[in-house]
């Protein structure tokens, strides 16, 4: 076995990258590779200045925002991987970018936005120019001819910018009408195509009521407010994806020459053989060919403690090897992995969850009823009772609408939303589902999963004996190796000088000839002693008049994991530990948290299950997991959190992810966002308080257009205003 | 009232070249990097030099 793994090693060597290398019409080469730690412009420069170095390479070009850097060069495929061993030197890792139709999608939508902002502004500005003359002009100064010349130069350019400005809010609303539905954009539309209409109209019969500035103002606020939101939460994504980039690493696939390349985990086929490094997580379900090794299940099933493994024994993708180098035989393509059972109880627990109607369209499913009918008792009102015609009837009910058009509704979520993105973000959380801010601001009931998500996700060693010269040696012997195991020992001592002439016998350990005799440190039966209790991953340190000293991993609880579960029982939450880990694992994790409500030993079917039974129960549940087999939890649950290095699936499941290892994320996340449900609903009420002061005033005929546009303008603003003070002072967590 | 034959359609012309100078700068991935572009201003095109 041992020459086997070490014969492996020989011949791998750094996969190539030359499989995700194209070419392109003008005969040069081309890779995307997503660059980790590059955090301002001085990282970019470095990047592209020694990329430019190189005569070979025609154009490098790093992107700040999104980490992308696209390279061209002429010549051969194999150069990709000059090139990221150079931008290696550099100290920055690069990986290929794959999640290419994720963000192509989303820089469409942005551009789309943007443009349609672009046209509403440049025909707001023109409009208004003209509106102020005619506004001035009111009261007689200007002559009929150049009322008439000014109101038809704003038609002109005013309809062309709403056609196309418009778009964004006229395609969803149809697409909600079409349902027999109704959202945000069902009123915004109808409130502008009408102001557009009895603008047009008056225009025809020359009189007063031109609102061509009001719906244009409206259509670039909104557009502005949409534009923000959008680029938030696509900035969101693109952190979500840039973790799921950075876990997907390629898998290296061994060729029947033995080297390897380094291919996506989804080109895979079953029968293919790939060569997992230690530490190295394992990318398409098999069976292991060659090597002994450990596995670290956690993501799977929850357990902490590795798993020994080797020749013939079945092993999923997604875990980790932590021993020795394997090669493990594929029997199921790379993106066909493992998961489909999970993925069957996601999606049931997802489709039965439904759909969430947010809280502006739900106030706008019973605004729009009220606010059409004041119209139509409006325009009823003045032509039988009032006793006026039916066209200047016709036009104090649209003005009805046009005032109470929900600016400050449609402003008031989107804002307080892009500003809360923004301070979650500054804490490490990434926001990803629109409503999850909502749903969050309800939870009475917070699950925690127990190992990656209350513990930290790598093992650390169980205390050793407080030795200087023993620690010294430990450290020194395993900085040569990569083991999981022999780096967190090197952590005892980083300090200590590397010893010369270690030999790293794979799967075993170390050996190091010392001037008294030799010094092993690795597995019990290699090191001539008995193992320790359990299936621990653990190592000994054998020396000549030394006492044999056993290192061994254990699960360690998240900093601030205690004060985090305090502060969320001190704001009325429940709190529950839902675990896969057998019992005498659960337990003093258990205690240790403070938590007195826990299970052990669930399949993942369970989890969702106890999460559901609680849901029905009327409670609105929080769900924190990281594993593959608490993603039918976090989607079962009323809004779910996931840490970063959880698995693909699980974070794709929650609605939100976080980085760092502190867990102080989740209170911080429920207080965010019961702050901005505070202010939602303030600017919510704000709304119908101008509405209560401006559709009397509306209803009378009172309104002037200069109004009508001054009014909207102050709206807006106050609702940016108050949502703006979600970013200030504490969260009140 | 002349003036304004003028004045108007001049207005509006520099308008449209805004409108159409945005179009361009949003097309060519203008916008696409909004943080990277604000830091490029700091890198020296001179080659090696430290800044």
Known sequence: ??????????????????????????????????????????????????????????????????????????????????????????????????????????????????????????????????????????????????????????????????????????????????????????PIAAGVLLTTAMSLSETVRGGPHIYFDGALSLLTVLLLGRWLDQRARSRARSGVTRLAELAARPVALLLPEGSTEAVPAARIRPGQRILVAAGERIGADGRIETGETRIE??????????????????????????????VVHAERAGNASSVAEMVQLLEAAEQKKGGYVALADRVVGFYTPVVHGLALATFLGWWLLGGLGWQPALVHAVTVLIIACPCALGLAVPVTQVVAAGRLMKSGILLKSETALERAAEVNMVVFDKTGTLTLPAAALAPVPDRPEVRRLAAGLAAASLHPLARAIRALDPEAPALDGVIEVPGLGLLWAGPEGDIRLGSAEWCGVAAGEGPQAEAWLVAPGLPAIRFALTQQLRPDADRSIALLRATGREVVLLSGDRDAAVAPIAAEAGLDAWQAGLLPAGKAAEVARRVQAGQQVLMVGDGINDAPALATATVSMAPGHASDISRNAADAVWLGSSLAAVPEFLAVAAKARSIIRQNIGFSFVYNAIWVPVAVAGLVNPWIAALAMAASSLAVTLNALRLNRGGGGA | MNALLLLIPLALALGCIGLFAFFWAVRSGQYDDIEGAAERIFNDDNEGGEP
């Open chain 1, 1 to 186: 076995m041992t020459a086997a793994a070490s014969g492996l090693q020989v011949a791998g060597g750094p996969p190539t990258l030359a499989g995700y290398v194209t070419r392109g019409a003008d005969g040069l080469s081309a890779i995307d590779l997503f660059v980790d730690g590059i955090h301002c412009g001085g990282c970019v420069r470095k990047v592209e200045n020694r990329l430019a170095a190189d005569a070979r390479i025609a154009s490098a070009r790093l992107n700040l925002s999104t980490r992308r850097l696209q390279v061209r060069w002429r010549g051969a495929r194999g150069m990709a991987d000059t090139i990221v061993a150079a931008i290696a030197e550099l100290g920055y890792a690069a990986t290929p970018y794959a999640q290419e139709d994720v963000t192509a999608a989303d820089a469409a939508r942005a551009r789309t936005l943007q443009l349609a902002f672009g046209v509403a502004f440049f025909a707001m500005a023109n409009v208004m120019m003209l509106s102020w003359a005619l506004w001035v002009g009111d009261d007689g100064d200007m002559g009929p001819g150049t009322r008439g010349l000014f109101q038809w130069l704003s038609a002109l350019v005013a309809l062309p910018a709403i056609a196309y400005a418009g778009r964004p809010f006229f395609a969803s609303a149809w697409a909600a009408l079409r349902q027999g539905s109704t959202n945000m954009d069902v």
């Open chain 1, 297 to 326: 299940t956690s993501l799977i099933t929850g357990e902490w403690l590795p798993q020994a493994a080797g020749p013939g024994d079945a092993v999923l993708a997604g875990m980790t090897n932590i021993g020795a180098p394997i």
